[in-house]
């Protein structure tokens, strides 16, 4: 005997079922429409979906409307209950950009946010960022998390409106939040690896459009044991996916990659770059005092451990510093006094063995030479403090 129940949002049809070929009970209709092939199909990405289509209380073949209930009116998306989830029908994924068009009325207290790693079941277990149009008439962007029914805002600052392309990037442990192609916020969590993409709606009548998700394969970007980042090209002003951030932001803009963010960290693809022995190098620039501009070498691929090197600068001076940090413990291995407040910076590590150098090409260049074993192997970086800021990136092992 087969139980077949019809969707959720389809109130059309209630409950059926057949033993052998014989309804035994329920409506002969459910049976055949509830079990059209169009209604279990599976979305595959990159996906998009324009609405563009009848009214209809059945969103799509690609959609399952995992919480409330979302239409197809006027050619867009529309929620119908006070919160409405639908996600793409069999989609898991751990790094994504999910995004859609939206235009919140204001003072509406409508709240329009995409979805990535919706674990569910109902509204739980999710990432989802947004705008909001609170009834006072302010309008607030936030990346939120949500765990078993407990939300916790991530990031989140006031905008001047509800209207634009907001779309949501998870890689890794980073979520992202660019409205019309800028970022706007970003904040790190590690609690959701993987799961569903889609959208979010509070309150009825929200609505979206051109809704839009890829995945964001990072095997496909490989920086082998000889990389070079110019950060002269740069889309939406983010570091490419050979990097990967672990903490604050870097913008790339004007051929440099600038900290945008107290503290910066970004790391060549843990994918694939584990190796003991490598030279970095970097052009950097400090703009003011208390500020650290620095390469990373044997980094762990959460971040979370590493060797720094680079430039110090303070109202007492600039110093050539290199440290070993290990979950928040930052031990300085040794440091020297120097002139200048820019310059390249090279820092080669060869087995415990590490040495900066700064401007290795001039005439007198600065070396500083320590001895350290207790990191062995990892990726290699960036990372700064303050206004400071990288140009001509190479790595090599
Ligand atoms: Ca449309
Ligand atoms: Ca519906
Ligand atoms: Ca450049």
Redesign the pocket.
């Given at each position: 005997m087969v139980a077949i129940s019809a969707p959720r949002s389809n109130t059309r049809f209630t409950r059926a079922t057949i033993a052998g070929n014989a309804l035994t009970s329920g409506n002969a209709m459910v049976t055949a429409t509830a079990l059209r092939s169009d209604r279990c199909a599976t979305a595959t990405l990159p996906a998009s979906d324009d609405f563009n289509r009848g009214d209809n209380s059945f969103l799509g073949s690609v959609w399952s409307e995992a919480f409330g209930n979302t239409d197809v009116a006027g050619n867009a998306a529309q929620t119908v209950s006070p919160v409405s989830i639908a996600t793409l029908t069999n989609v898991i994924e751990p790094n994504v950009a999910v995004s859609a068009d939206i235009n919140l009325p204001i003072r509406s207290g409508q709240s329009a946010s995409v979805v990535a790693r919706y674990q569910g079941s109902g509204d739980r277990d999710l990432y989802y960022a947004g705008i909001t149009a609170a009834t006072n008439g302010t309008f607030t962007a936030s990346i939120n998390r949500n765990v078993g029914g407990v939300v916790t805002v991530l990031a989140s600052k006031v905008v001047t409106n509800g209207t634009g392309n907001i779309r949501l990037e998870t890689v890794g442990r980073s979520l992202k939040l660019f409205v019309d192609g800028t970022l706007l916020l970003f904040a790190y969590d590690s609690r959701f690896t993987d799961g569903a993409v889609g959208i979010r709606g509070v309150t009825a009548g929200t609505r979206f459009d051109d809704f839009l998700a890829d995945k964001i394969d990072l095997t496909l970007f490989n920086p082998t044991n000889s990389f070079t980042d110019?950060?002269?090209v740069a889309a939406d002003q983010q570091l490419s996916h050979f990097w990967q951030e672990t903490q604050g932001n870097f913008k790339v803009a004007n051929?440099?990659a600038a900290n945008n963010a107290a503290v910066s960290m970004a790391l060549l693809n843990p994918l694939f770059i584990q190796v003991s022995d490598a030279t970095v190098t970097a052009n950097v620039t400090t703009f003011g005092s208390n500020q650290f501009a620095g390469l990373v070498a044997r980094a762990s691929d959460d971040g979370s451990s590493y060797y720094q090197a680079g430039l110090s600068r303070t109202a007492g001076g600039n110093r050539l510093v290199i440290s070993r940090v290990q979950n928040g413990v930052v031990t300085e291995l040794g440091s020297t006094a120097v002139a200048d407040n820019f310059g390249q910076l090279k820092f080669q590590v060869t087995g415990s063995t590490l040495t900066l150098t700064l401007n290795p090409s001039s005439a007198t260049p600065t070396v500083l030479t320590v001895f350290d074993s207790t990191l062995t192997l990892g990726t290699f970086g960036l990372r700064g403090t303050g206004a400071v800021n990288w140009?001509?990136f190479t790595f090599s092992a």
């Amino acid at each position: 005997m087969v139980a077949i129940s019809a969707p959720r949002s389809n109130t059309r049809f209630t409950r059926a079922t057949i033993a052998g070929n014989a309804l035994t009970s329920g409506n002969a209709m459910v049976t055949a429409t509830a079990l059209r092939s169009d209604r279990c199909a599976t979305a595959t990405l990159p996906a998009s979906d324009d609405f563009n289509r009848g009214d209809n209380s059945f969103l799509g073949s690609v959609w399952s409307e995992a919480f409330g209930n979302t239409d197809v009116a006027g050619n867009a998306a529309q929620t119908v209950s006070p919160v409405s989830i639908a996600t793409l029908t069999n989609v898991i994924e751990p790094n994504v950009a999910v995004s859609a068009d939206i235009n919140l009325p204001i003072r509406s207290g409508q709240s329009a946010s995409v979805v990535a790693r919706y674990q569910g079941s109902g509204d739980r277990d999710l990432y989802y960022a947004g705008i909001t149009a609170a009834t006072n008439g302010t309008f607030t962007a936030s990346i939120n998390r949500n765990v078993g029914g407990v939300v916790t805002v991530l990031a989140s600052k006031v905008v001047t409106n509800g209207t634009g392309n907001i779309r949501l990037e998870t890689v890794g442990r980073s979520l992202k939040l660019f409205v019309d192609g800028t970022l706007l916020l970003f904040a790190y969590d590690s609690r959701f690896t993987d799961g569903a993409v889609g959208i979010r709606g509070v309150t009825a009548g929200t609505r979206f459009d051109d809704f839009l998700a890829d995945k964001i394969d990072l095997t496909l970007f490989n920086p082998t044991n000889s990389f070079t980042d110019h950060f002269d090209v740069a889309a939406d002003q983010q570091l490419s996916h050979f990097w990967q951030e672990t903490q604050g932001n870097f913008k790339v803009a004007n051929g440099v990659a600038a900290n945008n963010a107290a503290v910066s960290m970004a790391l060549l693809n843990p994918l694939f770059i584990q190796v003991s022995d490598a030279t970095v190098t970097a052009n950097v620039t400090t703009f003011g005092s208390n500020q650290f501009a620095g390469l990373v070498a044997r980094a762990s691929d959460d971040g979370s451990s590493y060797y720094q090197a680079g430039l110090s600068r303070t109202a007492g001076g600039n110093r050539l510093v290199i440290s070993r940090v290990q979950n928040g413990v930052v031990t300085e291995l040794g440091s020297t006094a120097v002139a200048d407040n820019f310059g390249q910076l090279k820092f080669q590590v060869t087995g415990s063995t590490l040495t900066l150098t700064l401007n290795p090409s001039s005439a007198t260049p600065t070396v500083l030479t320590v001895f350290d074993s207790t990191l062995t192997l990892g990726t290699f970086g960036l990372r700064g403090t303050g206004a400071v800021n990288w140009d001509d990136f190479t790595f090599s092992a």
